[in-house]
């Protein structure tokens, strides 16, 4: 399996957890830093590697009325204020190919949402600005057929790819996991991380917004790190409840150090097997 740097202090790919931590959406500055400084806070403590996630624009929300982020010129600034004031890499959307080169100058890893994993001209240019990408599994995708999606990246000559498994359709609005996916994935040669938050998704089930159970979140990832992933995906918020976007499937803060460190200690368990 290939193995890569994201920053000059973590890599993807070997024994090493990654952990892809923050709330869904950017909602305010004072917000996604207040978060980032509580999560940084846990990595040093319990010596993780944590990567920064948050989107500032969620382009693919159920309704028109839904609030969408900060958006892309505002949403840069606070990362990179997050960035540079916790030494932390980030995680960021990407929706269009003209928002990519903007993105790299901010962003550690390039993100590819699950509904946009097939898009040509975004994976080039996604794959042409040189920074990790993380491509996440089609809801409605086989898991063999993510060789395709990570070649046109790889066309580019970047070969920094991450796939990233969210779930499969299960009728019109459940998702399940179908476990086999990571091994399947695994195969073709790149990283694999579980994306558990929008694994647990009910899809437009909530009178114009995604439901979801965030119960779900610990048990499936607690399944996933059997089958020796590289990394864990995991939205998390103060009051989850109350969030504009994915409330039912964040984490709650409070909860976020139990959870990675479980995970750590499973990661180990299933290395010394």
């Known amino acids: 399996m290939k193995n890569f740097k994201i920053n000059e202090n973590i890599t993807i790919g070997n024994e090493e957890l990654v952990f892809f931590a923050g709330p869904c959406q950017i909602e305010s500055r004072e917000h996604c830093i207040r978060i980032a400084d509580f999560l940084c806070e846990i990595a040093q403590k319990i010596k993780i590697n944590l990567v ?115 779930g499969t359709n299960h009728g019109y609005r459940d998702l399940v996991v179908d476990y086999r996916s990571f091994q399947t994935m695994k195969n073709l040669g790149y990283p694999v991380i579980f994306d558990a938050s929008h694994s647990v998704q009910v899809m437009g089930s909530a009178g114009g917004k995604t439901g979801g159970n965030r119960d779900f979140i610990e048990p499936l990832s607690h399944a996933a790190s059997s089958f020796r992933v590289n990394g864990f995906f995991v939205e998390t918020h103060d009051d989850p409840d109350n969030a504009p976007s994915d409330g039912p499937n964040m984490l709650k803060i409070s909860e976020i150090e139990n959870y990675f460190t479980k995970l750590v200690k499973l990661n180990k368990f299933y290395s010394d097997l």
């Open 52 to 166: 920064f996630k948050s989107s500032y624009d969620k382009a693919n929300r159920t309704s028109i009325k839904s609030k969408r982020g900060v958006g892309l010129e505002e949403g840069l600034k606070i990362l990179k204020e997050i960035k540079e004031q916790f030494n932390v890499p980030v995680v960021t959307d990407v929706h269009t190919p003209e928002q990519v080169n903007s993105v790299a100058e901010v962003a550690d890893v390039i993100q590819i949402p699950a509904f946009l994993c097939r898009q040509t001209d975004l994976l080039v240019a996604a794959g042409n600005s040189g920074k990790v990408v993380n491509i996440k599994k089609g809801q409605f995708l086989h898991p063999d057929d993510m060789l395709y999606s990570a070649e046109k990246v790889a066309s580019t000559g970047n070969q920094k790819i991450i796939l990233c498994e969210r």
